[in-house]
């Protein structure tokens, strides 16, 4: 079954520290993966996808099929990072459904 | 100018009370999706339409239904709510293909009393 796995449901990290959050996902296709944030009383939106090999707001993350990973990074946090994080996978056996994992929360302290 | 309008953002029923959670959209995207999440828990996929073609994940409740009577518009009906059934409920669209970004909702809190 096609699943996606964040093990950590919260990071809390110092301004200026590099960020991690751990993505890895469980499926035989060929994965379409994205992360997705949520703010404080904000919607779910977008933050980037691996098709695109953009780094978003200083975020990139890189597709490893071998390690069935796809972990968001950011080298230097900063307070306004602080959010829910959510990694995505799509396009599953040729549908149009998104699963998502448990999301992880990041804390970014002054 | 919000894209995906979700109606009401909360919404107290009773037990066993018939409830409809609504959703639209002005992006004209063919695929619709409804998510329930629970505090601390994934988003899960209760269903998704693309265009009028219904698709049922395996393990939702036959006490959720859904319904699409055009491109703007879905609903969700819950039959006979349960206790359980308390969480958020997320509408998203997309306009389709594999990496087509999902557009959310801001979502319906559902209390059950």
């Known amino acids: 079954a096609q699943r996606v796995t964040q093990p950590e449901k919260l990071l809390s990290v110092f301004k200026g520290a590099p960020v991690e959050l751990k993505c890895n996902y469980s499926?035989?296709?060929?994965?379409?993966l994205f992360w997705y944030v949520q703010y404080s009383r904000q919607r779910l939106q977008l933050l980037l996808r691996h098709i695109s090999r953009e780094s978003i707001k200083g975020f990139t993350a890189d597709l490893n099929k071998g390690e069935t990973s796809f972990h968001l990074k950011k080298p230097f946090a900063q307070e306004e990072d602080s959010a829910m994080y959510y990694c995505a996978l799509s396009a599953i056996s040729g549908t149009y459904k998104y699963i998502f994992g448990t999301g992880t929360r990041l804390k970014v302290l002054a | 100018d919000a894209m995906v309008i979700q109606n009401p953002r909360y919404q107290v029923t009773q037990f066993g009370k018939p409830v409809t959670l609504s959703c639209s959209q002005t992006?004209?995207?063919?695929?619709m999706y409804w998510y329930q999440q629970k505090s601390s828990q994934a988003p899960k996929l209760l269903f998704h339409?693309?265009?009028?073609?219904?698709?049922n994940e395996a393990d939702t409740p036959d006490n959720f239904q859904s319904r699409r009577p055009n491109t703007s518009f879905c609903f969700l009906d819950i039959r006979s709510p349960g206790l359980g059934d308390a969480a958020m409920y997320l509408c998203?669209?997309?306009?389709?293909?594999?990496?087509?970004?999902?557009?959310f909702g801001q979502g319906t809190r559902l209390t059950v009393v």
């Open positions: 499926y035989s296709g060929s994965p379409e």
């Open positions: 992006l004209n995207h063919n695929v």
């Open positions: 339409y693309y265009d009028k073609d219904f698709n």
């Open positions: 998203a669209t997309s306009g389709g293909g594999g990496a087509a970004e999902a557009f």
